[in-house]
C-alpha cells in the first residue's frame, strides 16, 4: 500500500540555519503531497502542499518540490527562527487531498536562540 | 476559520469503560471527519472515515464494534471507546474537511489513558 517515509528526528537547529527534513513516499497512481506542521499544544495545521510533478508548494518561508522521478518532496528552509520549532509530517492523499492522508512518523525540529 | 476541536482533550477511564470524545467543526461544515490514532513516535494511523448521515467506513484492521463512529450533523462527529481496555490508550485526533476544498482541517487531539 502507500505509504511515506521521512527523516528521523529529532533535528535541533541554530537560529538562521538551513533547513532540510527529508521525505519520499510509494504510492500508485498520481498522490497530492503534503507538509503539515503541528505546533506544541495545537492541531496539525497544513503548511504547504503539491498536486503534480514538478509542482513546488511554498508558504511562510518553507519549500518543498514534488519529485516524481525520486518519489520525493523535501521540506526546505532557507533561514529558520526560533519560531519554527514544531513537529512536521509528510503525507500524501488520493484525489486533491479530500480523501484519506497516509502520513509520515513526524520529524521534531527544535531551534534554538 | 476553519476550526476544529476536541472534547476532552485528556481522559482517564477504567478498564472495561465507554469513553466517547467529541469533536466539532466550529465555523464550517464538516461533510467529511476523519478519525486518526498516533502512538508515540509513530505517525497518525486512519481509523475511519465518516461522511454525514452515513456509516463510517473503517480501515482494515480497526474494530467497528469497538470503536463506534456517529456524524450525525455538520458540525459533530463522535468516537466512542466501547469496553476500553489499556491497549486502547493512545492519542485520537480527528480532522474535517467541507465539500469543494481538498484541505483536511485537525483537531488539537485527546489523550485517553485507560487504567
Known amino acids: 500500500g502507500d505509504s511515506v517515509t521521512q527523516m528521523e528526528g529529532p533535528v535541533t537547529l541554530s537560529e538562521e540555519a538551513f533547513l532540510t527534513i527529508n521525505c519520499t513516499y510509494t504510492a500508485t497512481g498520481y498522490p497530492s503531497l503534503f507538509w503539515y506542521v503541528q505546533y506544541p499544544g495545537e492541531g496539525l495545521q497544513l503548511l504547504l502542499k503539491a498536486t503534480k510533478a514538478d509542482d513546488k508548494g511554498s508558504n511562510k518561508g518553507f519549500e518543498a518540490t514534488y519529485r516524481k522521478e525520486t518519489t520525493s518532496f523535501h521540506l526546505e528552509k532557507g533561514s529558520v527562527q526560533v519560531s519554527d520549532s514544531a513537529v512536521y509530517f509528510c503525507?500524501?492523499?488520493?484525489?486533491?487531498?479530500?480523501?484519506?492522508?497516509?502520513f509520515g512518523k513526524g520529524t521534531k525540529l527544535t531551534v534554538n536562540p | 476559520g476553519a476550526v476544529v476541536s476536541q472534547h476532552p482533550s485528556w481522559v482517564i477511564c477504567k478498564s472495561g469503560t465507554s469513553v466517547k470524545i467529541e469533536c466539532r467543526s466550529l465555523d464550517f461544515q464538516a461533510t467529511t471527519m476523519f478519525w486518526y490514532r498516533q502512538f508515540p513516535k509513530q505517525s497518525l494511523m486512519l481509523m475511519a472515515t465518516s461522511n454525514e448521515g452515513s456509516k463510517a467506513t473503517y480501515e482494515q484492521g480497526v474494530e467497528k464494534d469497538k470503536f463506534l463512529i456517529n456524524h450525525a450533523s455538520l458540525t459533530l462527529s463522535t468516537l466512542t471507546v466501547t469496553s476500553a481496555h489499556p491497549e486502547d490508550s493512545s492519542f485520537y485526533i480527528c480532522?474535517?474537511?467541507?465539500?469543494?476544498?481538498?484541505?483536511?482541517?485537525f483537531g488539537p487531539g485527546t489523550r485517553l489513558t485507560v487504567l
Open positions: 503525507a500524501l492523499g488520493d484525489q486533491g487531498g479530500s480523501e484519506k492522508l497516509v
Open positions: 480532522s474535517a474537511t467541507s465539500q469543494g476544498t481538498d484541505t483536511q482541517y
